[in-house]
T-cell receptor, first 114, second 110 residues
Framework: DARVTQTPRHKVTEMGQEVTMRCQPI?????VFWYRQTMMQGLELLAY????????DSGMPKDRFSAEMPDATLATLKIQPSEPRDSAVYFC????????????FGDGTRLSIL | QQQVKQSPQSLIVQKGGIPIINCAYENTAFDYFPWYQQFPGKGPALLIA?????SEKKEGRFTISFNKSAKQFSLHIMDSQPGDSATYFC?????????FGAGTTVTVRA
């Protein structure tokens, strides 16, 4: 059963440190999404890639967040420098192109910034 | 700005009951209306979805009712089971973009 794999599952670090979250999309999927989930804001789209090209990162704080896809099997989300308000669960999802295609979510990275 | 409003925030039913979750939207440009189910410690997973040209869709014990003129859609869980206890999110899709409702935590008591 193909799955989106995210690492690490949990990360605790101090304010100001760089954080890198990784995602392995399902093989063959050509769209990748990054979401953030918090109690206050719910699930928010941070970034969207199609065929490894970033098409929408309007949901991301540009000054500290960056998202890349070095190759088709790896997507990364970096926060530098991290702040306590970045504490959240970060999800990666992948899918095939097309409005009716479902997004398949990983199990997330739970990030705590002290 | 939330594209879709979801209610209630939480819901408790007895086994066999029918929890109903409602969602309302404003923008008429949406292509697709999915529901996602999320268990603690897991990512959301697609449960069922409906296109705007259909008024009802059933998959197993899950039914979506869609009212285009009222801009509302709802999820019914028939013969609910304790294993259905989870958080349910409605969503609206415009092109690639999924916008989620705030979520409803459903608890099914045995």
């Amino acid at each position: 059963d193909a799955r989106v794999t995210q690492t690490p599952r949990h990360k605790v670090t101090e304010m100001g440190q760089e954080v890198t979250m990784r995602c392995q999309p399902i093989l063959g999927h050509n769209t990748v999404f990054w979401y953030r989930q918090t109690m206050m804001q719910g699930l928010e789209l941070l970034a969207y890639f199609r065929n490894r090209a970033p098409l929408d990162d309007s949901g991301m704080p540009k000054d500290r967040f960056s998202a890349e896809m070095p190759d088709a099997t790896l997507a990364t989300l970096k926060i530098q420098p991290s702040e306590p308000r970045d504490s959240a669960v970060y999800f990666c999802a992948s899918g095939l192109m097309g409005v009716l295609q479902p997004q398949h979510f990983g199990d997330g990275t739970r990030l705590s910034i002290l | 700005q939330q594209q879709v409003k979801q209610s209630p925030q939480s819901l408790i039913v007895q086994k066999g009951g029918i929890p109903i979750i409602n969602c309302a939207y404003e923008n008429t440009a949406f292509d697709y209306f999915p529901w996602y189910q999320q268990f603690p410690g897991k990512g959301p997973a697609l449960l069922i979805a409906i296109r705007p040209d259909v008024s009802e869709k059933k998959e197993g014990r899950f039914t979506i009712s869609f009212n285009k003129s009222a801009k509302q859609f709802s999820l019914h869980i028939m013969d609910s089971q304790p294993g259905d206890s989870a958080t349910y999110f409605c969503a609206v899709v415009n092109d690639y973009k999924l916008s989620f409702g705030a979520g409803t935590t459903v608890t099914v008591r045995a």
